[in-house]
Structure formats: structure tokens, C-alpha cells
């Protein structure tokens, strides 16, 4: 058994298993938020054979489901303490698609499960980490159009609702650090990646070629992440080549967060 214990959502593959291998290979527990446990078996099987000291968990959910989540952190806190929460899992969809919420997924996934499990994990980390990953699509946008999060006037591959959502995702980070100061709040981003999700109908065409050849592994997205997670920083940073900085655009506004957190209150109920 190690002596902290991480969570990391969609650990099943990509980012999150190269994530959860890295923390099991410093001697962390490790609990995996997955959809389902028997896509969870080839990540939890590799923890196991190479780090046998470690205790592996998975709790089962389905992150578009409100009332999925509230079961997992219920789940979670009967597992004991949370040192480190990463919101890694997300969705980038070639199409609109809404939740049984009524919301548009990439918002109900990308965001709105990151705040709920802020709202229910965080407040019993106390000295402890929760970590949004985001994605550098968001130094693209320069406003972050909160009251278009659940429906949105136009689709766009990668560009629209997708980067809104991560834009999103990082500016509840300083809204939840002020909420909860004891508890340290950031978003990192990983670099273009190959992953699942990324070769996916989400991405534009045009960027396939790109990403075939230019794009780094899970387990290079995965190190800077983990970097990102060590690094010195203020609480609420955006964490982008290492470094420290402010969440672009407008939502680095207070009173964009502000109406943000009043969004996720009143669409969640939490």
C-alpha cells in the first residue's frame, strides 16, 4: 500500500493510464474513475504486474450522468483519503450531442463533471490537489461564452463547443481555489497528443496529417502533466510548458468565473 493516494478520470487508456503508471511508479494508490470496469482490466493489470506494492481501485461511472458522479464520490470517499484529483477524462465529438441533462456533451463531460466532483471530492482534500486537463486550443479563445455552454448557436470540430468547454474547465479552477483555499486548484495542459480521443471524428481533417506525424505519445503528454501537477505555482494557475499563467481571455475574469460556478450551481443542482 503507498502512503497517497490518486484519482484520475478516463484512465482506462491514453493520458490517464500513462498517468496512473507514472503515480504507481512513485508509490501511489491509485483509483481509476472509468466507465466500466472490464476496459479498465489492461491498465489495471500492467499497475499490478510492475508495481505489486500499490493498490489499484476502479470506481465505475459514466461522467454525462449527474447522478453517476454524486455514486463515484460517494464511492471514493468510503475509499479514504484523496492526496491528488485528476480530471483527465473528457470528450471531443465530430458532432453535436446532448446529455439526458439536456446539455450539449462536450460541456456536460469536459466541464461540468470536473466541477461536480470539485463540489463533492475537494471539500475532504484538505492539503491535497485537483487538476484539470485542458488543452492549448484555449489561448484561441478569447471569450468564454458561459451562457452558450449547454446549447450552443454553432458546431465546430476541435474550435467550438470542445475548446469553450476546456476554456471552462480551467477557469473553475481559481472560481473553486477561492471556494476552497485549503485545497490546491490548477489546470495543466499536456501538448498535442495521440490519443484515442484525437484521432477520433472530432478532429478536423486538415489536421490529421498534422497529427500523425507532429503529435507526441500519451506517455510525453503524460510527463508534463505530471511536471505540471509538482511544479510550484498559485493556486488557480493554468499550467501551460511548465510554466505558470493566467487563464486566457476573459475568463481569467473573476466575474466570468463567477457566473461560470452560478451556470454549473443551477444546471447541476449542486
Not at 142 to 164: I, R, S
Not at 176 to 199: D, H, I, Q, W
Not at 216 to 235: F, H, M, Q, V, W
Not at 242 to 247: N, S
Amino acid at each position: 500500500m503507498g502512503s497517497k493516494r490518486v484519482v484520475i478520470t478516463g484512465a482506462s487508456s491514453g493520458i490517464g493510464a500513462a498517468l496512473a503508471e507514472m503515480h504507481a511508479r512513485d508509490g501511489w494508490d491509485v483509483v481509476m474513475v472509468n466507465r466500466s470496469a472490464e476496459s479498465s482490466r489492461p491498465a489495471v493489470e500492467q499497475i499490478v504486474s510492475t508495481h505489486p506494492d500499490v493498490d489499484v481501485d476502479v470506481v465505475e461511472a459514466d461522467l454525462a450522468d449527474h447522478d453517476a458522479i454524486a455514486r463515484a464520490a460517494e464511492e471514493l470517499r468510503s475509499l479514504g483519503s484523496v492526496d491528488r484529483f485528476v480530471n483527465n477524462a473528457g470528450v471531443l465529438l465530430g458532432e453535436r450531442v446532448m446529455s439526458r441533462h439536456g446539455v450539449e456533451m462536450h460541456a456536460q463531460v469536459n466541464t461540468l463533471a470536473p466541477y461536480l466532483f470539485g463540489r463533492l471530492v475537494a471539500p475532504s482534500m484538505t492539503g491535497g490537489l485537483m487538476a484539470v486537463i485542458t488543452t492549448s486550443g484555449i489561448d484561441r479563445a478569447k471569450t468564454l461564452a458561459v451562457d452558450e455552454l449547454a446549447d450552443p448557436p454553432t458546431f465546430k470540430k476541435l474550435f467550438g463547443p470542445y475548446v469553450q468547454s476546456k476554456l471552462a474547465a480551467s477557469a473553475l479552477m481559481p472560481a473553486l481555489a477561492r471556494e476552497y483555499p485549503e485545497v490546491t486548484f490548477r489546470s495543466a495542459e499536456p501538448g498535442a497528443v495521440k490519443t484515442p480521443m484525437t484521432s477520433g471524428d472530432g478532429m478536423p481533417g486538415w489536421l490529421v496529417p498534422i497529427r500523425n506525424l507532429f503529435f507526441s505519445t500519451p506517455e510525453k503528454g503524460a510527463e508534463r502533466i505530471y511536471e505540471a501537477l509538482d511544479a510550484e505555482a498559485p493556486n488557480g494557475s493554468y499550467m501551460r510548458k511548465g510554466k505558470p499563467r493566467a487563464v486566457p481571455g476573459d475568463a481569467g475574469s473573476q466575474a466570468v468565473q463567477e457566473a461560470l460556478v452560478e451556470w454549473c450551481r443551477a444546471t447541476t443542482g449542486t
